[in-house]
């Protein structure tokens, strides 16, 4: 085996671990990280965070980083854990921090095994496919805005796509960590309601991203995120309206 074989190979473990994590927890973990674990162990979770609170933030990110990572069921379950445990806030700020550093671990691995390459070849490409990454390159930041705000597109996804069409780290991790904030505040407030929920032993209300007053906030948002590349729609090549 060459030496840039076995490189290649090498940098391609990060994803392979990404994606197996992935295939295992869908089998292994599908009825442990959820609702009902939380709801059955939620008073011993709060000792243990009225005991040692700050061992309690950083496992609870540790955990919720994991999570992430690998993409294992159970992200919206740790998110409401977060505001069941933290409150509002701080909450949604563990919440939000602990899920852009796992998004970032994805984003690594995607591009260590697959989007240098990949990019390096869009780059180089004529055609269709050169144009495709001319645009993309353009509205960055408005498509990873868009990505992470459209409560429809998959988390996962949203951590891949970037990656594989070169988008550099440091805007990946600032539109990861402004863009969940919107829905990331919704389910903390969520969760820091689970008391009640628990008390009266029912499940937590999930659609209420779906409500006009918090949905319709959510796609203007959104539009917003393409204003730019509206404008320069209509612009056109010479910048002329």
């Known amino acids: 085996m060459s030496e840039q074989t076995k490189g290649g190979l090498i940098r391609r473990l990060p994803l392979v671990a990404v994606l197996l994590g992935a295939v295992l927890g869908a089998v292994l973990l ?6 009902a674990t939380l709801a059955r162990h939620h008073d011993s979770l709060l000792a243990f965070r009225d005991a040692h609170f700050v061992q309690a933030v950083a496992v609870f990110m540790a955990l919720y980083v994991v999570i992430v990572a690998f993409s294992l069921p159970g992200a919206t379950v ?15 700020l563990f919440n939000v921090t602990a899920a852009t550093l796992g998004a970032i ?6 591009r260590w095994g697959l989007g240098e390459g990949l990019a390096a070849k869009m780059d180089a490409s004529d055609g269709r496919i050169a144009r495709i990454k001319r645009g993309i390159d353009e509205s960055q930041w408005s498509m990873l805005f868009l990505i992470r705000l459209v409560p429809v597109i998959p988390f996962f996804v949203a951590n891949l796509l970037p990656a594989l069409v070169g988008v550099p780290l440091s805007r990946f991790a600032i539109s ?3 863009g969940i904030i919107p829905g990331g505040l919704v389910f903390t407030s969520v969760g820091a309601g689970l008391g009640e929920v628990f008390a009266r032993g029912e499940a937590p209300d999930l659609s209420v991203i779906f409500e006009p007053h918090i949905l319709l906030p959510l796609l203007g948002l959104s539009a917003l995120s393409l204003l730019p590349v509206i404008l320069r729609k209509l612009r056109g090549p010479k910048g002329e309206l």
């Open 78 to 92: 740790a998110t409401l854990a977060g505001g069941f445990l933290f409150g509002t806030f701080p909450g949604v």
């Open 176 to 178: 990861t960590f402004l």
């Open 105 to 110: 671990g994805v984003f690594m691995a995607a």
């Open 30 to 35: 599908r009825d442990t990280l959820s609702f």
